[in-house]
C-alpha cells in the first residue's frame, strides 16, 4: 500500500510513456566523482531517482563517453566542469545555489548540474529531478537558481520526553532514549527530504524547552543528529531556556548583565562547539507566556539576545530571538505588545541576532494582517515565523494549503520605504540591506507513517521550504508541483486537486473566522469554537476579549477610537484599513466594532453576512468531499480513504463551528438566521 512515507520523493516510474523515452534519450549516463559525502548523496539520489523514473539502469562512469551524461559536481573536483566555461553562471549561484545547463562537451551532448560548493550541487539534483517528477520537458536553456533567505528553517515545538506542543502527527521523531548510539533511518529521510526543499537549519526543541537539552548527556545526542545532517546541508540550533545558568548551572540569578552568568554562557557556548563544530545558534523564547528573560532582571531584550550573541560570534553562530511576547497585567491590546517592547531597541541588536517575528500579531490564526513589526526596525534583521502545525486551522484532521496564507502575508505591502516594501522583501533583506535573512515554519512532523498526520499536511511542509528558497513562486505553482510528485501528473486530477488545495484555506476562514473574526477557538486546545468563553485568568485568553460582540455589534477597534493598534502600522496602510470604506472586508472585524445593521459590500447587513460567510464555508466543505470523490481513479486507495475519512471529520467540525458562532453571535444581534438557511442543529 501507499503509506505516504516517501512524502513527494517517490520516484515512480514516468507514466507517460512517450515523454519516458524521450528522457531516456537525453539521460543514459551519470558522471559525478563523489569527492564528499554530499557529493555521494547527490550521486546516489540520482542514480536512485533516475533508474525509477526512467526504469532503466544507468551507467555511473568516470570518463565522457557518450551522449546523454549528467556530469554533476563543482569546478574545483571535476576537472570537465571546471573547463565548461560555465564561471559565469556559477557567479550568480553564490554559496548555496546551482546551475543546470545542456551543453556539447567533447562532442557529447551533457546536462551539467553545478554549485560552487556541494550543497549547491546536491540542490541542483533534487532540481533537477523534480523537473522529470513533474512531467517538464528536459533543460534546453541555462538554469541559474540561487536561495533568496539565507536561514531555511524548520523549527520543532519537541519535548524531551517525545511529546510534541501542538504536534498532531505522533510524538517527536527524535529519540532521546536511544540517541547517540542508534540511529534511526528516519534521521537520515529527514534531512534528505528538507535537502530536496533546500531548508538548512532545524531547531530540535521546543522554545518552551527547559535547560535540560543544554546538558552534556544530551549535547552527545544533539551531536549525533548534527553529524547525519551536516552533509546535507543542515544546520542543528537549540532553544536557550533564559534561566539555564540557575537551572543547570547553579547560579542564583540568569541576570545578562552579571558577569558570572556572561562567563557560563561562554563556557557553554564553548562546550557545544567543542561537540557540534558547526553549531547553528539558539532560538529563544523570553518574557513571553511565563518563560524566563531578560526583563525578569529590569534589562531589555537587547540586553538578553546581545549577551547571548557576544558569546557565541566568536564562533559565527546566531542568536534568533522570538518577538512573540506579551506578559504584561491586563494589555489594552495583546496585539500591539510586540511593537512596544522591540520598536524602542531597533538599532541596538548585535549584527548576529536575528528577531523571529510571527506573521501577525495576534498567534497563527486562520488570517491575520501582517505583523506591524515588519514596517518598523529597519536597522534589525527580521525573520518570519509561520505554523505548519495548524494548531489554529484544523489541527490534525483538516485539510488547508497554506501557501495562500504565506503568500497574503510576504506579498502583503508595509510602505516602510514607499510602495513596493512588502513583508518579503523586508524579511530577504532587500528593503533595508540586510546580510542575515531567514524564515522559518513551526514544523508538522511527528512519528506517524507520512511525518505529518493527514497526507495533504505535507503539502505545508513542502511549501514552507520552495517559498523559504523563493518567496516569488506562488502558490499555484507549489500545489501543482506538490500534487504531482506526490499523487499524478494527470491533468484533469491536477485541474480539481489544484483547485482543492488553492481554496482550502479561504473556506476554513468562511467557516470558523469569517470576516476579521480572530481568537474565538476553545482555549487551551485551541481545537474547535468557544467564542462564549470568559473565564480565563489572563483577560487576553478569552475570546470574548476578541470579538467584543454586544447588542451594538462586534468586533475589536483598533482604530484611534479604540486601542489604536492602527498606529503602529505606516500611514499609508493605516489609512486604508481605519477607513471603513477601504479597509479590505476580510480585515474589517479585526480592526472595527461594527454595528450589527452594517452594509456590507455585498448588500447583506452585517449578521446577514456572517451568516452568509459560516453557512458558505461549511457548504464548500461538502464540495470538497465531492471533488476528492471525483479523484478516486486516481488516488491509490490507501491514501484516498484517508483524505476521505478526514474530510468526514472536517465537515463535522465545520458545521461546529458554523452553528456554535451562529447561536452565541445570535444572543447579541437579536435577528433570526436569513431566509434559507437551515436552523443549526
Ligand atoms: C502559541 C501556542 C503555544 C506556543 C506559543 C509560542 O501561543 O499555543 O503553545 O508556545 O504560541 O509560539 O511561543
Redesign the pocket.
Known amino acids: 500500500g501507499e503509506n505516504g512515507y516517501d512524502l513527494w520523493l517517490r520516484y515512480p516510474p514516468v507514466a507517460d510513456k512517450m515523454l519516458q523515452a524521450t528522457y531516456r534519450r537525453h539521460i543514459s549516463a551519470i558522471m559525478i566523482n563523489p569527492s564528499d559525502a554530499t557529493l555521494n548523496i547527490a550521486r546516489q539520489e540520482l542514480l536512485n531517482g533516475l533508474s525509477h523514473l526512467l526504469q532503466t539502469r544507468l551507467s555511473a562512469t568516470t570518463t565522457l563517453h557518450q551522449d546523454g551524461t549528467v556530469v554533476a559536481g563543482t569546478p574545483q573536483q571535476s576537472p570537465l566542469l571546471a573547463q565548461a566555461d560555465i564561471g559565469g553562471l556559477l557567479k550568480a549561484a553564490g554559496n548555496e545555489g546551482f546551475v543546470i545547463v545542456p551543453k556539447t562537451l567533447q562532442g557529447k551532448r551533457c546536462i551539467l548540474i553545478s554549485g560552487n560548493t556541494s550543497i549547491g550541487v546536491l540542490y541542483g539534483v533534487f532540481h533537477f529531478l523534480r523537473g522529470l517528477q513533474t512531467a517538464q520537458p528536459v533543460p534546453v536553456l541555462p538554469i541559474v537558481s540561487a536561495p533568496k533567505i539565507q536561514l531555511r528553517m524548520l523549527d520543532h ?1 519537541d519535548n524531551l520526553n517525545r511529546t510534541v ?2 504536534g498532531y502527527a505522533g510524538f517527536s521523531i527524535w529519540n532521546w532514549h536511544t540517541l547517540p548510539t542508534y540511529i534511526d533511518p528516519r534521521y537520515i529521510d529527514y534531512a534528505r527530504t528538507n535537502a530536496s526543499i533546500g531548508i538548512n537549519g532545524t531547531v530540535l526543541t521546543n ?2 524547552a527547559n535547560a535540560t537539552v543544554l546538558t552534556p548527556a544530551y549535547l552527545e545526542k544533539v551531536k549525533a543528529l548534527a553529524d547525519v545532517f551536516r552533509p546535507y546541508g543542515i544546520r542543528v540550533y537549540l532553544t536557550a531556556r533564559f534561566s539555564a545558568p540557575m537551572e543547570i548551572g547553579g547560579l542564583a540569578t540568569a541576570d545578562p548583565l552579571n558577569d558570572s552568568v556572561r562567563g557560563w554562557w561562554k563556557e557553554k557556548i564553548k562546550e557545544i562547539y567543542s561537540y557540534i563544530p558547526d553549531f547553528g545558534g539558539f532560538l529563544v ?1 523570553a518574557n ?2 511565563g518563560q524566563p528573560g531578560p526583563q525578569d532582571y529590569h534589562r531589555t531584550h537587547a540586553d538578553g539576545a546581545n549577551m547571548l550573541a557576544d558569546a557565541i560570534a566568536p564562533y559565527k553562530g546566531i542568536v534568533i530571538w522570538r518577538a ?1 511576547v506579551y506578559s504584561h497585567d491586563n494589555p489594552a491590546d495583546r496585539h500591539k505588545q510586540a511593537y512596544d517592547d522591540f520598536v524602542p531597541l531597533d538599532g541596538q541588536f548585535r549584527p548576529n541576532v536575528l528577531l523571529q517575528v510571527k506573521n501577525g500579531a495576534i ?1 497563527f490564526m486562520p488570517r491575520e494582517p501582517f505583523h506591524p513589526l515588519f514596517g518598523a526596525m529597519p536597522k534589525t534583521p527580521l525573520m518570519m515565523e509561520f505554523q505548519l502545525t495548524q ?1 489554529y486551522l484544523g489541527q490534525g484532521t483538516s485539510l488547508v494549503f497554506l501557501a495562500p496564507l504565506f503568500k497574503e502575508t510576504l506579498e502583503s505591502d508595509t510602505y516602510r520605504k514607499g510602495a513596493g516594501s512588502t513583508v518579503a522583501k523586508v524579511i530577504d533583506g532587500s528593503v533595508d540591506q540586510h546580510t542575515l535573512s531567514g524564515m522559518a515554519g513551526v514544523a508538522n512532523i511527528g512519528s506517524d507513517i507520512d511525518w505529518c498526520g493527514h497526507p495533504f499536511a505535507q503539502a505545508n511542509w513542502y511549501a514552507l521550504g520552495r517559498l523559504t528558497w523563493d518567496h516569488t513562486l506562488s502558490s499555484e505553482q507549489i500545489a501543482e508541483e506538490w500534487l504531482r510528485m506526490t499523487f499524478s501528473n494527470d491533468l484533469t486530477f491536477l485541474k480539481s486537486a489544484t483547485r482543492l488545495m488553492l481554496e482550502s484555506r479561504d473556506i476554513i476562514v468562511q467557516y470558523s473566522n469569517p470576516i476579521g473574526l480572530h481568537h474565538i477557538m476553545g482555549t487551551g486546545h ?1 481545537y474547535g469554537p468557544a467564542p462564549w468563553v470568559d473565564n480565563q485568568q489572563r483577560p487576553e485568553w478569552n475570546p470574548v476579549y476578541y470579538h467584543k460582540a454586544d447588542s451594538a455589534g462586534i468586533g475589536f477597534d483598533r482604530t484611534a477610537t479604540g486601542s489604536n493598534a492602527l498606529a503602529q502600522y505606516q500611514p499609508a496602510v493605516r489609512r486604508q484599513w481605519e477607513d471603513i470604506t477601504t479597509c479590505d472586508e476580510k480585515y474589517l472585524l479585526w480592526f472595527h466594532h461594527m454595528p450589527w445593521h452594517f452594509r456590507m459590500k455585498s448588500g447583506r447587513n452585517l449578521w446577514e453576512e456572517l451568516c452568509y460567510q459560516y453557512y458558505t464555508g461549511a457548504d464548500r466543505v461538502t464540495g470538497m468531499q465531492h471533488t476528492w470523490e471525483s479523484l478516486r481513479p486516481f488516488v491509490d486507495p490507501q491514501r484516498f480513504e484517508q483524505v476521505t475519512m478526514l474530510l468526514k471529520i472536517q465537515q463535522q467540525e465545520a458545521t461546529w463551528w458554523r452553528n456554535a458562532c451562529l447561536l452565541y453571535f445570535r444572543t447579541f444581534s437579536h435577528m433570526p438566521l436569513p431566509a434559507g438557511y437551515a436552523p443549526p442543529d
Open positions: 515545538w506542543e501542538r522554545v518552551n523564547k513571553s507566556e512573540f498567534d494548531e485551541h
